[in-house]
């Protein structure tokens, strides 16, 4: 591909911290940056307490063990999201329950959250998708009437703001990914972030295989989900880094939004006025009719043209896996979530990635434009 959709820019410390880390050989999942990596990613996200560990999903996974929440349980998730949101509730034993997104935020419709809240209900785990905000004031205000764990998954939304607060503040707990395509990066890595320190604590002891003391008795069922000393050396480098790389996500945005927002056709990505997106990925829509061309066939020409795209998320009611199958944790697929469809349907991301130049955009923009008709 000419244009990569997104690669990661080590632009900081990482080579000399990550040398450090080789130098003293602390390179297992204890040492100085650990600490390090979290605490400044918490204080950036504004709140006090990181607890990283090996991915984002199982940072989705620890948010939600940590709460004790399991078989016979609920929590509420988009419809439009990675799938992984599904599994982890999955995993936890208890079953996800599926709400349709906003057409313009496409992240969860919060007016359609309270009639899928049960006695089962115990969590919601709203999506900041491709950067931009959940509707978080109106997601708490029903936790707080319902007596429900809010975990926001800011995995695509490292230094969103919603209403001047930053993603990973805004709820009980937030689960961050730090995987190769994500703003900020360790290769591979998570973190939740929460002002919980009761939660923090559980959640460092469930990474660890719920080591306690004595070390080898165990009163909880845990994990290795342990990082390593060297990608939070990468993972401080990053965070240090945090607001420039968010600005920076803005910039390519704003030039790509300049150069197609009058195209007839082409819907480019929506910034609520209560929102500060980050655009982790730049997703448009394409508008058939006028435009000429389905969005698969300009995928597929772009492709040609060596630019690296990505369709929209599959919308979890309609993937196989979750179809027929008799398993009591499986959400239920059945009803419309005309939303996600129609988000699969006609949307698609262009490289957003942090490394991109004006001239890429400039060809970007060009090789869609020519595919007009
Ligand atoms: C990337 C992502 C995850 C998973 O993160 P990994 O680090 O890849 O495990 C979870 N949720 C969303 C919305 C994501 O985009």
């Known amino acids: 591909m000419k244009i990569p959709v997104s690669e990661p820019l080590l632009d900081g410390n990482e080579r000399e911290y990550v040398l450090d880390a080789l130098d003293t050989n602390w390179i297992s999942s204890v040492g100085k940056y650990i600490t390090g990596f979290e605490d400044t990613f918490a204080a950036y996200c504004g709140v006090k307490y990181g607890v990283a560990c090996s991915n984002g999903t199982t940072a989705l996974h620890l948010a939600l063990a940590a709460k004790d929440i399991g078989y016979g349980d609920e929590v509420i998730i988009p419809d439009f999201t990675l799938i992984a949101s599904a599994n982890m509730v999955i995993i936890t034993g208890a079953k996800p329950v599926l709400v ?10 919060v007016n359609l959250i309270e009639e899928k809240i049960t006695e089962r209900t115990k969590a919601i785990m709203p999506v900041h998708m491709y950067g931009h905000p959940a509707d978080m004031d109106a997601i708490m205000a029903l936790a707080e009437k319902y007596n429900l764990y809010v975990c926001e998954d800011g995995a695509e939304a490292h230094g969103t703001e919603y209403k001047g607060r930053k993603v990973g503040s805004l709820a009980h707990s937030a689960a961050f990914s730090f995987y190769g395509n994500k703003t900020l990066t ?3 890595g998570g973190m939740v972030t929460t002002d919980d320190k009761e939660l923090a604590d559980k959640m460092k002891m469930l990474r660890n295989q719920a080591f306690e003391h004595p070390r080898f008795v165990h009163h909880h069922v845990g994990f290795n989900y342990r990082l390593t000393n060297l990608q ?14 968010a600005d920076r996500r803005r910039e390519i945005a704003a030039m790509y939004t300049s150069l197609l927002k009058d195209v007839p056709g082409i819907t480019v990505p929506y910034e609520a006025e209560w929102a500060k997106s980050t655009f982790w990925m730049y997703g448009v829509l394409i508008d058939q009719a006028q435009f000429g061309r389905s969005k698969q066939e300009v995928v597929e020409e772009l492709t040609k043209a060596g630019v690296d795209t990505r369709d929209f998320f599959y919308p979890m009611h309609k993937q196989p896996v979750f179809q027929n199958g008799n398993d009591p944790r499986y959400p239920d697929t059945n009803g419309a979530y005309p939303v996600s469809s129609y988000l699969y349907d006609n949307g698609f991301y262009l490289p957003s990635g942090l490394g991109l130049t004006s001239s890429d955009i400039e060809i970007v923009v060009e090789e869609l434009l020519k595919l007009r008709r």
Do not use: N
């Open 100 to 109: 349709d997104v906003d057409p313009q935020t496409m992240c969860i419709d």
């Open 186 to 188: 360790t290769g591979e």
């Open 232 to 245: 939070a050396a990468i993972g401080l480098a990053q965070s240090e880094k945090a607001q420039a790389k």
